[in-house]
């Protein structure tokens, strides 16, 4: 807007002067908190609506709309993180998997700390990983503390799996080039327990269909999965190792050395349990 339209919009939205607000020695409205004018002249010879003068903002109204301004601007923020979590993952509890909840038992989280903070570069390289390791050592928590990182600042990611990708592709058969592309069009694609699928003759090329299309799509894929490196460097025949080759061009191995998690966290609650049971037993 030109000066002159702002004029016409504060005057059309003009507010009644405070109480403590005053008249200063050039005329114009000041105002009794900030002391700063509320009004400024118009350039000489100009005027509207037969006004000299309009309304101009002091400190304190200043603030008060950057206050206002930022909360609006968080709120529309909250929303769209909001929306592109809702979208993003298949499970309601891999909103919590993020870096702030932590429990810093996982050797490799630094990989995914360093992914998440560099990732302009790693979607211009086309950079993904492929996380491998024993079951419980921590890999789709890894994955999902990239993916809210990601989301937090409004970059869309989607974290599903085969089993999930399978059964909407069996429920969508006439639609199922579109969810391919679908898939293709979020900037990271995270597979989470893959080799977990069931490996029928059709399972195999919808996994390969996927797989292939986001190569071809030239986006980045992370992968978690409890298969070896030497599993996926030697397949058992050519319908895996066509989708393992893919894979391995398109991701980094992060072998997963740390221990069973879920493991520990089972023997942790047993060990509470008796430690309860022990002394209502003493009472």
């Not at 101009?56 to 950057?66: A, I, N, P, T």
Request: hydrophobic share 30%; with cysteine; glycine share 8%.
């Amino acid at each position: 807007m030109s000066d002159y339209d702002n004029a016409i919009f504060r005057l059309a939205t003009e507010t009644e002067p405070e109480p403590e607000d005053y008249t200063g020695e050039d005329g114009l409205l000041y105002c009794g908190n900030c002391r700063q004018p509320k009004e400024a002249y118009f350039t000489e010879g100009k005027s509207l609506f037969g006004r000299d003068r309009h309304p101009k903002e002091c400190d304190c109204q200043r603030k008060r709309r950057e206050k206002q301004e930022a909360a609006d601007r968080e709120r529309k923020h909250r929303d769209t993180v909001e929306e592109l979590k809702r979208r993003g993952f298949s499970n309601t509890a891999m909103r919590q998997w993020t870096f702030e909840n932590d429990n810093g038992k996982c050797p490799q989280m630094d990989k995914a700390l360093f992914y998440a903070a560099n990732w302009e570069e790693m979607k211009a390289e086309n950079i993904g990983y492929l996380l491998w390791g024993k079951v419980g050592t921590g890999k789709s928590y890894f994955a999902g503390c990239i993916a809210n990182a990601l989301m937090e600042r409004e970059i869309s990611v989607c974290m599903t799996n085969f089993a999930l990708i399978l059964n909407d592709l069996a429920a969508s058969y006439k639609g199922r080039n579109e969810y391919i592309d679908r898939l293709c069009r979020f900037p990271l694609l995270i597979l989470d327990d893959f080799g977990m699928e069931r490996g029928t003759e059709y399972g195999l090329e919808q996994v390969y269909n996927v797989v292939d299309s986001r190569y071809r799509s030239q986006k980045p894929l992370i992968v978690t999965t409890n298969l070896t490196l030497e599993e996926l460097q030697h397949p058992e025949d050519t319908a895996h190792a066509r989708i393992y080759d893919r894979l391995l061009e398109m991701c980094c191995p992060v072998f997963f050395t740390g221990e069973n998690i879920r493991k520990s966290t089972a023997q942790g609650k047993m060990e509470r349990l008796k430690g309860l049971m022990n002394g209502k037993e003493s009472l």
